[in-house]
């Protein structure tokens, strides 16, 4: 048996799940790969095009519009996050109850991040101003400012609470969900007719690297000696 450590590591109480490393180079990468999607959504190029044939089919797809709206709506910041804010207030309460020093660093480190959203979201939307589809007034679409709550609301929320939870068939279940459901927050909008998928896929993006940045902070503080 494991004897317990200093709180918050990698065999005590509670468990810490094996840390993934995230190496600069991951960032980079996806970095590039937003701009790219970001050239392609301002300009007329074939991959918009492309995009825009893909969203229309998505949205004369089978799926009823009711089950697709409730899918977006998860989206709604009036939604996910006080998700977030639910579960901050529990691993803030747990952490606490252990006597982990500094225990509000995690819920204030995810807090930020999740405010980063629509200071980075807003000024894109109107930098590239792309177009919605039919029906939708206006400009402002890329990136999607729903996918991109739904992303490091429901994300910053999983990754704490990984650290609390036992057994890594519960954490992978968490994580599978986690995934699945941003899915179909993406695919609900796209098929209301709310975004293109491009909007969706940019804004996964830009969510990815805000998740892996909160991750990187979250090892950081745990592999501290004062953590």
């Known amino acids: 048996m494991r004897r317990p450590g200093p709180c918050g590591r990698l065999g005590t109480t509670p468990p810490v799940p094996g840390r993934p490393t995230f190496s600069p180079t991951a960032l980079a990468t996806l970095a590039l790969l937003f701009a790219f999607l970001t050239w392609q959504a301002a300009v007329d190029s074939p991959l918009r095009r492309a995009d825009e044939r893909l969203g229309r089919a998505i949205a004369d797809g089978p799926l009823p519009d009711r089950v697709a709206e409730l899918l977006a709506d998860l989206g709604n910041v009036t939604v996910a996050v006080p998700v977030l804010v639910v579960v ?80 890594s068939y519960i954490r992978r279940e968490l994580t599978i969900g986690y995934l699945v459901l941003v899915a179909f927050v993406g695919f609900g909008l796209v098929r209301r007719g709310y975004h293109w998928p491009l909007d969706v896929v940019a804004s996964l993006v830009l969510s990815a690297m805000l998740l892996i940045a909160l991750t990187v902070f979250l090892n950081s503080r745990r592999r501290s000696p004062e953590s």
Do not use: N
């Open 88 to 167: 901050l207030a529990y691993v803030a309460w747990r952490a606490r109850r252990a006597g982990t020093p500094r225990w509000w660093l995690p819920a204030l480190a995810a807090l930020i991040t999740m405010a980063a959203v629509p200071v980075l979201v807003i000024p894109l939307k109107e930098a590239v101003g792309r177009t919605g589809p039919p029906g939708m007034a206006g400009d402002g679409y890329y990136p999607s400012g729903h996918t991109a709550t739904a992303a490091v609301a429901y994300g910053a929320a999983v990754l704490l609470l990984l650290p609390w939870l036992r057994g």
